[in-house]
């Protein structure tokens, strides 16, 4: 027994219906539903492409791998020696340059200190060689000008 579905990629009357009432309520909808007769085809493709051998098929060994730190074996083992090693390395790479990046922060940050504590310093110093003048005016001038 072959039986067809009454809502189908296609030109029919309950897909034009269905079309006209959606431009009319909510166009949005009309402009779905002309989409879906146009190229609905295509989405038992797309569907089979998404599920079974395309992108989402190793999905979650990904994310575990990626994110969990643990990994698949493949069944060679000569293969998952050398994939632990090169994971091995990596992370003592990056533990490497994470230190390395610790350490220019930490310098920046002293290079920032010096800075300022010699802008304070020319503060101070060009604060206390004015001459006193009356206490309303606080005149601010710049010592680089």
């Known amino acids: 027994m072959h039986t067809t579905?009454?809502?189908r990629p296609a030109w029919t009357p309950a897909t034009i219906a269905l079309m006209v009432v959606g431009f009319v309520v909510f166009w949005p909808l009309g402009l779905a539903m002309l989409a879906y007769i146009?190229?609905?085809?295509r989405l038992d493709g797309f569907k089979r492409t998404?599920?079974?051998e395309g992108w989402f098929k190793n999905c979650s060994a990904k994310r575990s791998s990626h994110f969990g730190g643990g990994f698949n074996s493949t069944g060679n083992v000569a293969f998952d020696d050398w994939r632990s090693a090169e994971l091995t390395r990596l992370e003592e790479e990056r533990r490497k340059l994470d230190e390395a990046r610790d350490e220019f922060d930490a310098y920046v940050r002293?290079?920032?200190r010096a800075k300022d504590q010699d802008e304070f310093d020319r503060f101070m110093n060009?604060?206390?060689s004015r001459p006193a003048s009356s206490e309303g005016s606080t005149e601010i001038r710049d010592p680089g000008v």
Do not use: P, V
């Not at 146009?38 to 085809?41: E, K, Q, V, Y």
């Open 5 to 7: 579905a009454l809502i």
């Open 38 to 41: 146009l190229w609905g085809d």
């Open 50 to 52: 998404m599920n079974g």
């Open 110 to 112: 002293e290079l920032r």
């Open 126 to 128: 060009n604060r206390k």
